[in-house]
């Protein structure tokens, strides 16, 4: 069997994961890319798979990064299940028709803009189009990955003709409708809207069995890259192998070329409603065989509600024996609010383990607290502003919960709090109504009759208007607002009304992607480029890392631990190898070391990489 890393592979968004046996074939979650453009038009790329041959989609939690892609792969003819926890399903509705409205939105606006200034937008296509090309270059490589660099250097050679290196049209998205079809649900259809730029990247084969059955669409040729050596991954006695592609099939398949427009949405509001009927609800501990062969177990996350980790049994054949896989989604925090605490797991061959915060420590939570009633305090004693980028989807109720808290325990004053997200809203609705997945303090809190997610001074803001509304609002108060990254949202707004204002504070309470603005003001940018204007920073940034959703080093290796602990290297249980994913790469890098350390074997995918399983 064979897994493949379609996201969050050396960067923080985009999970997904393609699973196939002889018999069968899922993804595990089906995420969005967000965060800088460079990140983002990975969206763009052509689906890895034809989507008709999946069997069934495993979400493990509802954050876009992880569900966002699926009503896009539903439209292209996705017709299975998707699995997912009640919760998720519930939050995951407003997470996609929220996506398929900002998306139409975002086109239109790109269309107005189109008119108004066609030069900047051609400039813009420009860069897009170059961003696309060189996401598709990378997602080659990391299927490449197996090949010996020289090699892979002189296959390209051989083929430069077919590269884009002309400097003449940009390159081109291709809609999955006109992609070929094949039988063979082992054979992976990706990489069609590649051939036009680089004919040597090669088309992932099909498992590369012991005893070698000839297969007709992937039967080497004479210039067949299949016969460079397959590369072990980690240094187990069984490890997962890479998989070599053949530089004929590549050729063969090479799809018409078409012109595809980098401003459509990727899907609507329509959609993704469209998609909503495919999903269907599950109990965390209750086995169910998603897929002939496949059978999965979620089990209790903690990052968000409904999130989980998901435990798979894998039989290539009927009877044949079974490989145990764990794939971590992401992971919480112990002794958080709200939410239980990740569930431990013990056994696996195989683990994925999210790498977000490798090399990097959350404060205690009583200093996290500490920070906030401190920002609380000093936007109180200045008549400031305090705005919190927040995720509408549990940072936005446990900061909530924390204000709450704070206040009964005397140790803020009583703000106005506006929260200024209708998902956010929204979401916390989902809360209320599911105190099944409450741990025992807050079931304990709502036992008698407190209302954990509720402040006591909020303003619920539902249209745009009231949301311009707040900047006249009598100070001092406070604003809760997404998006967490200040990469777009209503936070924007407030952002662009308070940046150079001395008595405001801007706190962030989770992760800043790479290249996006909350990054920039977090690392001190003195200077931040707004609407194409540059405006001086004047106001506090500050950070607290303790409300993060994410474990952080050390509970992360403590997860892993519990796959090694009390067993002998290589035993029952012990898994073959651990792949490190959902990072950035010095997070991985820093992380890495440290697993090795607890005696696993370690690989960190590259995107689009394909390993054996087995
Ligand atoms: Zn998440």
């Known amino acids: 069997m064979h897994l493949q890393f379609l996201g969050a592979a050396t960067t923080v968004t985009g999970s997904q994961y393609l699973l196939s046996t002889d018999r069968a074939r899922i993804l595990i979650d089906c995420g969005m890319f967000q965060g800088s453009p460079n990140e983002s038009i990975r969206n763009r790329i052509p689906l890895a798979y034809d989507p008709a041959t999946i069997d069934a989609i495993l979400l493990t939690h509802a954050h ?103 400097g003449g049209r940009p390159p081109v998205a291709i809609p ?168 431990v797991v013990t056994d696996a061959d195989y683990v994925l383990v999210e790498s977000t915060y490798g090399g990097r420590e959350h404060e205690p939570e009583a200093e996290s607290n500490k920070l906030l009633a401190d920002a609380v305090k000093l936007v109180a004693d200045h008549d400031g502003v305090l ?16 204000l709450h808290r704070l206040i009964e325990a005397g140790q803020i004053p009583l703000l106005q709090l506006y929260l200024d997200s209708p998902m956010a809203s929204k979401a916390s609705d989902v809360y209320r109504h599911h105190p099944d997945y409450y741990d025992a303090e807050t079931t304990a809190l709502l036992a008698a009759h407190d209302a954990p997610l509720d402040y006591p001074k909020q303003t619920i803001t539902n249209d745009v208007k009231q949301s311009e509304a707040i900047a006249k609002a009598p100070r001092p108060y406070m604003i809760v607002a997404s998006n967490g990254m ?54 506090q940034v500050r950070s607290i890392s303790g409300f993060s959703a994410h474990a952080d080093e050390s509970e992360l290796l403590a997860w892993v631990g519990n796959f090694a602990t009390g067993k002998a290297p290589g035993g029952p249980g012990w898994p073959k190898t651990v792949f490190i994913v959902h990072g950035d790469p010095d997070a991985q890098a820093a992380l890495e070391p440290k697993i090795r350390a607890l005696g696993l074997n370690t690989h960190i995918p590259l995107w689009h990489e394909i390993v054996e399983l087995r």
């Open 64 to 166: 876009l990064d992880h569900c966002g892609l699926i009503p896009h792969v539903v439209k292209a003819g996705f017709k299975g299940p998707v699995w997912a926890t009640k919760g998720t399903v519930e939050l995951a509705t407003l997470v996609l028709l929220d996506s398929g409205k900002l998306q139409e939105e975002f086109a239109k606006r790109q269309l107005r803009r189109a008119k108004h200034d066609p030069e900047r937008a051609a400039t813009f296509e420009k860069r897009d189009s170059a961003a696309l090309f060189a996401a598709e270059r990378l997602a080659d490589d990391g299927v490449d990955g197996a090949l010996d660099p020289a090699d892979a250097a002189v296959a390209r050679a051989a083929t430069a003709g077919e590269s884009n290196d002309d």
């Open 176 to 343: 999955v409708g006109e992609r070929r079809q094949f039988d063979d649900p082992r054979v992976d259809p990706g990489h069609f809207g590649n051939r036009r730029f680089d004919a040597a990247l090669l088309v992932a084969g099909p498992p590369q069995e012991a005893g070698g059955a000839s297969d007709p669409v992937s039967s080497p040729g004479p210039s067949d890259l299949a016969a460079a050596p397959v590369t072990a991954v980690g240094a187990s006695s069984a490890p997962p192998t890479t998989i070599a592609r053949d530089p004929e099939q590549a050729l063969v398949r090479q799809p018409p070329v078409l012109d595809a427009d980098l401003d459509e949405p990727l899907y609507d509001a329509q959609d993704a409603q469209a998609a909503l009927a495919s999903f269907r609800g599950i109990d965390y501990d209750m086995e169910i065989e998603v897929a002939p062969g496949i059978h999965a177990t979620y089990v209790d996350a903690g990052h968000i509600l409904g999130s989980a980790i998901i435990r798979l049994r894998v039989a290539d054949q009927d009877g044949g024996p079974e490989l145990r896989l764990v794939f971590s989604g992401d992971l919480g925090r112990t002794g958080t609010p709200i939410l239980r605490d990740p569930t």
């Open 387 to 402: 705005l919190v980028p927040s995720f509408a989807i549990g940072r936005t109720q446990e900061v909530v919960w924390e």
């Open 486 to 539: 200040l990469t777009g949202g209503r936070v924007v707004g407030h952002l662009r009304n308070l940046v150079d204002d001395p008595s405001a504070v801007i706190l962030f309470v989770g992760y800043q992607g790479e290249g996006t603005l909350g990054a920039h003001l977090q690392a001190g940018a003195t200077t931040i480029k707004l609407d194409g204007e540059v405006r001086r920073v004047r106001c």
